[in-house]
């Protein structure tokens, strides 16, 4: 099976939310892979591991993202294409879609997995927008990908549905799914990981060179730090008062009931 | 009168036909010897060289012999009678040496060692001194091992039979010749006797264990010296410990020198609790390997020998390196074995994995977000280090994110204002590495290690205290393969040396101190946290303490593996500690603090309260003192 | 010119989530001055349409196809494409649901847009707000394309007021829209939707957390977490002290040595939080915690805590959310 996995680098979780015009500062930050990438990543790793076939890895970023690149090569992808964006800021979904799907066509892969959404924007789109731009069939927030028996080039995944309910679609390959967090263990990068990837291809393409065309119709105007920050609110009174405030709360701003 | 000192019988000539049978004999006895021993030497010498060996400085080593193998000090002091006991064999042996050259040179008419002068009657007599002793110690060690049979010996073993009564033959028939005369048959038929005795030992003893006669003293010289010291990998290819071709010379000689005295396992915390770890079958196991498949094999060493599941439950504790009388460093060779699991992937553990992976994106081990380590600063107005205070006040993992580890820091705060003691914490810390270095993931460990290293250079930090001997070891020893660490004391160490000033508390507790490994067996410091913990009462040892002390169970990576299976380290040492009467647990490690909270819990109300030398030394601070 | 709302069914009904995006499509409507067109969209789609009839005033089309169930990706694609088209709407709405998430991308690139996405807030402009760095950042997207603006609105954003019902006569008609659909467009045949296994206790997919501690002091008193946690819907975890003394079995413990979950609401009775039990449940995105004592550590982590005796706030918060269920 030939596998192309779509990763991006995202700030680290604990990044300082410093806002520098339309983006946060980056200058101390650290990276790291997305995470729903790096399940994505297994889940190919392991259809490799039992069916044979090749791992590619794909991202779209600036410089620094090779670091990320070398991450995923090291915990076992065979290649790498890094599609060098400096402005990534300045494209929509849809862009960037279009061009992981310039440097995916070629490839003619049997499967396209990206993670279900980035930590950092969350828009959880670009999977399903690539699928649409090569038009292949799709399906989201899938935990498990089985080769379907027979000599056809079926898959059968297990996607995640609303409050605890799963399903089993089929479809033929080639296709491309968003893996959901969860569904295996994250393999550890090893050191042995690390050498090999020392001797692995790292295709560069600059994002210029792809013609992906089209300008963005969508755009993020401005960023700014939510009203509440995280501090604990003690909800006084008695025993009785104090829980009529907090089902007011879990009505209105957890939203859960 | 003249006291004349008596001498052994010694045949007067022997005829051809003997010397040519003794000859052939000799010759057989030492060509079965080289036969077997040979290859071990071989194997010895083939495996790779260690590539951090430096002979110099030699007087250590001189030191550490004379004291380990000529004065026995390690065999004596962990089980002093049979040690002693030992010790008289053992010097028997030393003094026998001239006697056993002198012996065979007798048929030939060459003995050097005159019956009839006075310097080798006094040679005879001093060496029969010894034969009684060492007759009497290989009898008392025989009953010990076959009648009494402490467990830690393990199974009866009919070779270490053969070799006292060996022994015991060659002692006898030396003292049997002082009671007859040079010219009677009784002295030709003893001086066969002990002769056939020694050419039968010979060839016997590589074989067995007894190897260690002509090892030990090598292992000991050529011991890598400091404790636990983790070798660093050597090139691109090497991983640790994966296969037959990565074990060094010092493994090697080290798995062939083991006695199987079991003192490494009477040790153990986790062969105590019942775990599947045996330190002296991960020695034996390396020795079974070399011979069955050698020192260039691509085998993996994890396998028919060695246990992947028994070498993830060592808690580094030392307690078996400490004192292996023979000089095995159990460590190198147990966490290269997991090195060589980790490096490769090998090892799938889903504990294992979310620390490592928490350590690739994150600062801690505990995988929280360092907002909550700012949160604890700046609630609590730490001041920053900006490289004028004299100290750097290191909060480790536990310091950081832990609420009691965060109680210890926040105690040991107040006794340096009060002594006012200019400190900072570093605005962002990351974790030293400890567990995943101990668990063998050089990856993470590098990454966190050079990290650490530049973000200490750019804040001009000069000197390091932590309450965490983990973080104390790390920093001072393993970050060196990267970089030069500042120096860095514990915090038992910093408190010890203002004692004077500390008031004491006025409620005075009775209080039992537990010698965390890390600190113990790892940097030798005892004293320090004992005159600390005694300005808040009276402090008292429990039954294993110091260099005996028994590990919580933590170290080794162990705390972040998930739950332990059977009966717990903690509990048992809990339980030791409870023993004593104590009001007070006291500890100087916030890993041992966390393991003791649950498992004096466990004991129910009445327990002994838990309290690390920091608190205790805050005891008697002024109530109204300024935080 | 309209804002079109796509409904969607859940278990034979519209969802109340729907209902939330509706009152989005509504304020929408109303700043932008546009009318609002709701859409029922499956295979036989007629109690649907009544149901939204009876809410929504104004226009209502049923997208109706029998290939159109099971829901799949690429039927919703080409038909709500062909709709859209045909009614050329400057807005398309629809509530942020798993569903929502697998087609409507799709649907947004053939018509050369993109879909923003779990939007909290619209705002003048219009401005939608989204929720950005795991919800540390909040980003105000505007929409600069020529075709039409498809917005999904997260759940509980918008609060769907009780409508009054549409009086008959004013009513404009519902329509039928049936789009041009063939088997072979649908490529993938999905199953019918199943539970997890119901033995095992899976916490770490669990929305809604109860978790007690050794506060609770007695085996005799988790009936009453049970209570609050079966009012809320909620599984029920331990921290380990519990689990070790068998009050639960050791898959509903939370912690360095149990599970590690990361609900909605994880609501911690009793729990003084310790550093093991803490790494378990860090990632919960509202952590509430219910303790006597003031300097519990879990209060650190708390977004609400209450301090008070556990035994007389869990019955009573048991009452009131029986109460607001009604």
């Known amino acids: 099976m030939k596998i192309i996995v779509a990763i991006k680098q995202v700030p680290e979780r604990d990044a300082p939310m410093r806002i520098a015009g339309k983006w946060i500062e980056e200058a101390d930050l650290q990276f790291a892979m997305n995470e729903p990438d790096a399940y994505a990543l297994e889940e190919a790793l392991q259809l490799r591991e039992k069916h044979g076939g090749e791992v590619a890895v794909v991202s779209v970023g600036p410089e620094r993202a090779g670091a990320t690149i070398r991450e995923a090569l090291a915990k076992g992808a065979d290649r790498a294409i890094h599609i060098v964006c400096e402005d990534l800021a300045a494209r929509d979904a849809l862009g960037v879609a279009r061009l992981l799907a310039a440097a995916i066509r070629p490839e003619n892969p049997d499967l396209v997995l990206t993670g279900l959404q980035s930590e950092d924007l969350g828009l959880g789109q670009t999977g399903v927008i690539v699928a649409e731009l090569l038009g292949l069939p799709h399906s989201t927030l899938i935990l498990q990908v089985e080769k379907t028996g027979g000599g056809e080039n079926r898959i059968r995944v297990k996607r995640e549905l609303e409050a605890g309910w799963f399903q089993f679609i089929e479809m033929p390959t080639p296709a491309a799914l968003t893996i959901q967090s969860g569904g295996n263990k994250l393999r550890y990068a090893t050191l042995m990981g690390i050498k090999r990837a020392k001797t692995k291809e790292v295709r560069t393409l600059a994002a210029a060179e792809l013609d992906a065309g089209g300008e963005p119709v969508v755009r993020l105007e401005q960023i700014s730090l939510p009203k509440k920050q995280k501090s604990t609110q003690i909800l006084p009174g008695t025993g009785k008062e104090a829980a009529a405030a907090l089902v007011e709360k879990l009505k209105f701003e957890v939203r859960v009931l | ?627 | 010119m309209s804002v079109l709302l796509v409904l969607e069914e859940r278990d034979g009904r519209i969802g109340r989530i729907s209902w939330e995006a509706y009152a989005a499509a509504q304020a929408l409507g109303a700043s932008a001055n546009l009318p609002v067109t709701t859409v029922v969209i499956g295979a036989n789609t007629q109690a649907l349409a009544a149901e939204a009839r009876a809410k929504h005033p104004g226009k209502v089309v049923r997208v109706e196809h029998a290939l159109l169930a099971p829901y799949t990706a690429d039927g919703y694609t080409i038909a709500l494409e062909q709709l859209i088209r045909a009614e050329s709407p400057e807005y398309v709405l629809f509530p942020h649901t798993y569903q929502v998430r697998d087609f409507a991308p799709a649907l947004a690139t053939r018509l050369g847009e993109v879909l923003i996405g779990d939007v909290v807030a619209i705002g003048d402009g219009p401005t939608f707000t989204r929720q950005l760095m795991q919800g540390r950042l909040n980003g105000a997207y505007r929409h600069i394309g020529s075709g039409p603006c498809l917005v999904s609105v997260q759940a509980g954003a918008f609060r769907a007021e009780p409508l009054a019902a549409a009086p008959d006569g004013d009513a404009a008609p519902v329509s039928v829209f049936t789009p041009q659909l063939e088997a072979s467009q649908i490529r993938t045949r999905p199953g019918d939707p199943f539970r997890g296994a119901a033995q095992t206790v899976d916490l770490a997919s669990a929305q809604l957390i109860v978790s007690v501690g050794r506060g609770i002091k007695e085996a005799e008193n988790l009936p009453m977490v049970q209570e609050l946690a079966n009012a809320l819907g909620a599984e029920l975890a331990a921290s380990r002290p519990i689990c070790d003394n068998g009050w639960l079995p050791m898959e509903r413990q939370v912690g360095s040595s149990g599970q590690s979950v990361a609900p909605r609401l994880y609501l911690a009775v009793g729990i003084s939080g310790a550093i093991q039990h803490l790494v378990g449940m860090k990632g919960s995105q509202c952590i509430v915690a219910i303790n006597k004592d003031p300097d519990a550590p879990i209060f650190e982590v708390a977004d609400y805590g209450i301090v008070g005796d556990l035994f007389e706030v869990v019955p009573a918060l048991t009452e009131a959310i029986k109460a607001a269920r009604q």
């Not at chain 2, 109680?407 to 400890?434: A, P, W, Y």
């Not at chain 2, 970089?483 to 507790?509: I, M, N, T």
């Open chain 2, 1 to 627: 009168m003249t006291v004349v000192l008596p001498s052994p019988a010694e045949p007067g000539h022997f005829l051809l036909a003997e010397k040519l049978i003794f000859a052939a004999l000799l010759i057989a006895s030492v060509a079965l010897f080289w036969r077997r021993f040979g290859p071990v030497l071989r194997r010895i010498l083939e495996s790779k060289k260690d590539p951090d060996f430096r002979l110099a400085p030699v007087s250590g080593r001189v030191r550490d012999f004379v004291w380990e193998v000529m004065l026995q000090a390690r065999v004596i002091r962990e089980r002093p009678l049979p040690g002693f006991a030992h010790a008289l064999v053992f010097w028997a042996f030393c003094a026998f040496a001239l006697v056993t050259v002198n012996h065979c040179a007798v048929i030939f008419g060459s003995g050097f060692l005159d019956p009839n002068g006075i310097a080798g009657r006094f040679y005879f007599c001093f060496a029969a001194a010894f034969a009684v002793a060492c007759a009497a110690g290989i009898l008392g060690l025989f009953l010990r091992r076959f009648f009494v049979r402490p467990r830690w010996l393990g199974p009866l073993s009919r070779e270490s039979g053969l070799i006292a009564l060996l022994i015991f033959l060659l002692m006898v028939t030396y003292l049997a010749a002082f009671f007859v005369s040079a010219a009677s048959p009784a002295a030709r038929a003893l001086w066969w006797a002990h002769t056939l005795t020694l050419l039968f030992f010979l060839p016997v003893i590589p074989h067995t264990k007894h190897l260690h006669l002509v090892l030990s003293p090598f292992a000991v010289f050529l011991s890598r010296g400091g404790f636990s010291r983790i070798p660093p990998l050597a090139g691109d290819e090497d991983f640790g410990l994966v296969a037959g071709r990565d074990l060094t010379q010092l493994a090697s000689l080290q798995a062939y020198s083991c006695v199987e005295c079991g003192r490494c396992t009477e040790h153990c915390p986790a062969s105590n609790t019942g775990k599947i770890l045996n330190p002296k079958q991960v020695v034996l196991g390396l020795r079974a390997y070399l011979n069955e498949y050698g020192p260039k094999s691509e085998e993996p060493l994890i396998g028919r020998h060695e246990s992947q599941e028994a070498i993830f439950k060592c808690t580094t504790c030392g307690a078996c390196e400490y004192q292996c009388p023979v000089g095995i460093e159990h460590l190198p060779i147990i966490v290269g074995l997991r090195r060589g699991a980790v490096n490769t992937g090998e090892w799938q553990d889903s504990h294992g994995a979310k620390l490592f992976l928490a350590l690739e994106r994150g600062s801690n081990a505990l995988g929280l977000s360092a907002s909550e380590r700012d949160r604890f600063v700046e609630k609590n107005a730490l001041p920053i280090y900006d490289g004028t205070q004299e100290y750097c006040l290191w909060l480790g993992c536990m310091g950081g994110y832990d609420p009691k580890g965060r109680e210890i820091i926040l105690s040991l705060v107040r006794v340096m204002n009060h002594l006012g003691v200019t400190f900072g914490v570093l605005r962002k810390e990351k974790c030293t590495g400890d567990p995943v270095r101990r668990l063998g993931n050089d990856l993470v460990f590098q990454q966190l290690a050079e990290s650490n290293l530049e973000a200490l250079k750019s804040s001009n930090t000069r000197k390091i205290v932590s309450i965490c001997p983990h973080c104390v070891r790390t920093i001072q020893e393993d970050w060196k393969e990267f970089g030069a660490p500042p120096p860095v004391e514990h915090h038992s160490e910093f408190l010890a040396r203002y004692a004077s000033r500390l008031p004491p508390a006025q409620d005075r507790k009775k209080i039992v101190f537990h010698d965390p490994c890390y600190l113990g067996r790892y940097r030798g410091v005892y004293d320090e946290p004992r005159a600390v913990a005694a300005l808040a009462g009276q402090v008292v040892d429990p039954e294993r303490s110091r260099e005996r002390s028994f590990c919580c169970g933590a170290g080794g990576g162990l705390a972040f593996l998930g739950e332990e299976t059977g009966e717990r380290v903690s509990h048992a040492r809990a339980k030791e500690l409870t023993a004593t009467g104590a009001q007070v647990v006291g500890a100087a490690c916030p890993f041992c603090n966390t393991m003791f909270r649950d498992a004096l819990a466990a004991q129910g109300p009445g327990a002994p309260e838990l309290l690390d030398i920091a608190q205790l030394a805050a005891q008697g601070l002024p109530k109204n003192d300024p935080i």
